[in-house]
Nanobody, 121 residues
Framework: VQLQASGGGLVQAGGSLRLSCAASGRTFSNYYMNWFRQAPGKEREFVAAISWSGGWVNYADSVKGRFTISEDDAKNTVYLQMNSLNPEDTAVYYC???????????????WGQGTQVTVSS
């Protein structure tokens, strides 16, 4: 089972990025895909979640209205479209899978390697 995150980079405040998380190695239809982020010196925090093929999504309050999570079943890939980025969004972003709805990072059983997002002011 592997998760491969990509799409991070350097962007100016107000800009956009789209992160991808490609999953392989098993069927994910009964799982949830989650995005977390971790800034230097801070704990890993929940960003967004989606159910595979179920239409359920959830967002942290800090990103509601700016970030959109989506999934492509055919590609086994989850996306995180990030708009109106600000310097507080700077962090390493991780994708992970869980067997139930959760915002806690400890409940996730598989993790991608992380992708750096840096937003300059």
């Amino acid at each position: 089972v592997q998760l491969q995150a990509s799409g991070g980079g350097l962007v100016q405040a107000g800009g956009s990025l789209r992160l991808s998380c490609a999953a392989s190695g098993r069927t994910f239809s009964n799982y949830y895909m989650n995005w977390f982020r971790q800034a230097p010196g801070k704990e890993r925090e929940f960003v967004a979640a989606i159910s595979w093929s179920g239409g359920w999504v959830n967002y942290a309050d800090s990103v509601k209205g700016r970030f959109t999570i989506s999934e492509d079943d055919a590609k086994n890939t989850v996306y995180l479209q990030m708009n109106s980025l600000n310097p507080e969004d700077t962090a390493v972003y991780y994708c992970a899978t869980s067997r139930y709805r959760t915002t806690r990072f400890v409940d996730n059983d598989r993790w991608g390697q992380g992708t750096q997002v840096t937003v300059s002011s």
